[in-house]
């Protein structure tokens, strides 16, 4: 494999009935970084039906240039088919860097292409930076349980290939007026690459959470003390326009539901404001939180952990705090 005959910075955008994910804006922001870094270009990829509306958006979010593939059998995500697409982009186009969010069908599927074109993958990484003097990628996951942060890199093969957490990356500031190329790319599908039969697609009914998308979060941990002080923690985030997020100590003891997860086993976040109330800092928990742009700590313990990655550390018990937080902002 010649490596420098691979260029640019390929992103997998995900769509979901026509809707752009967006972890798949977050990682063409992303991509817009590392490109500049190694002076290349930012290509969107982008697999459906009827979705070529849809580029125009991908270049104000800083996408150069959009591939579009757009096939009845991709209308709804099928593994089979959307591999031989990504491969044949791949094998055609030779990118040097590959990125995909961390999603259902992101970790289902960035395997099994990064297998079909024999380059390495790191999985769920959550932070992507470029290595001064060689170029590679650095690739940094949690790894050992999330104990420690792990740099990997692939300096033999390429593309680079990355599934990114959702909520990590910034986006990048979307401009109206960028312009770009946009370009179809055919591929010839035959009966072979269905191997699955969708019978139903049964919709969850509850609605959705996305604190991964929210400015604002108070979040609550074991410190809190009971279920129904989450009411508490909800009453200062509506006043801050916000939601109620949680460590996993207080998921598991059944206090609130799972979506509300932050941390390595639930969501990455990367809110403006994070105000993590009885939360200790459990290295698990600061993997999904610390890239917030400012914490606050509210804890009684002055060596908790938690105040090590705040902005502003606030020593004592949230039941006396957060109420008296509440009363200075309605009086505002
Ligand atoms: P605790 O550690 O019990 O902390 C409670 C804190 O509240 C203490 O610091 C205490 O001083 C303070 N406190 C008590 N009363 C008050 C009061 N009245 N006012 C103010 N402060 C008070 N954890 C996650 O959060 N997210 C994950 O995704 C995650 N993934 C994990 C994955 C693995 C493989 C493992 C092994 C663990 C994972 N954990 C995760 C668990 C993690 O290690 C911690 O156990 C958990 O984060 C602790 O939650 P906590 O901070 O709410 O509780």
Known sequence: MNIKEF?????????????????????????????????????????????????????????????????????????????????????????????????????????????????????????LDIEEGTGNLLMTRPAFGGNLMA????????????????????????????????????INFSKEDVNVEILEIVKEKKQKIKIEEANVLVAGGRGIGNPEKFELLKKLADELGGLVAASRAVVDAGWIDREHQVGQTGKTVRPDLYIACGISGAIQHLAGMEESDFIIAINKDPEAPIFEVADIGIVGDINKVIPALIEEIEAV
């Open 151 to 186: 740099t990997i890199v692939c300096p033999d093969h390429r593309p680079q290939m990355s599934t990114v957490r959702p909520g990590v990356m910034p986006l990048f500031e979307k401009d109206e007026s960028r312009v770009g190329k946009v370009e179809e790319f055919k």
């Open 7 to 127: 260029k640019g910075v390929y992103v997998f955008v995900e769509q979901r009935e026509g809707e752009i994910q967006r972890v798949s804006l977050e990682l063409i922001g992303k991509g817009r970084e590392l490109a500049d870094k190694i002076g290349e270009s930012v290509t969107a990829i982008i697999l459906g039906y009827n979705i070529k509306d849809k580029a125009d958006t991908l270049i104000h979010y800083g996408a150069d240039e959009v591939i579009y593939i757009d096939d009845k059998i991709l209308e709804v995500y099928m593994t089979e088919p959307y591999a031989k697409a990504l491969t044949e982009v791949i094998e055609s186009r030779k990118p040097e860097i590959f990125l995909i969010g961390a999603t259902a069908i992101g970790r289902d599927l960035a395997p099994r292409v990064s297998a079909r074109i024999h380059t390495g993958l790191t999985a769920d990484c959550t932070s």
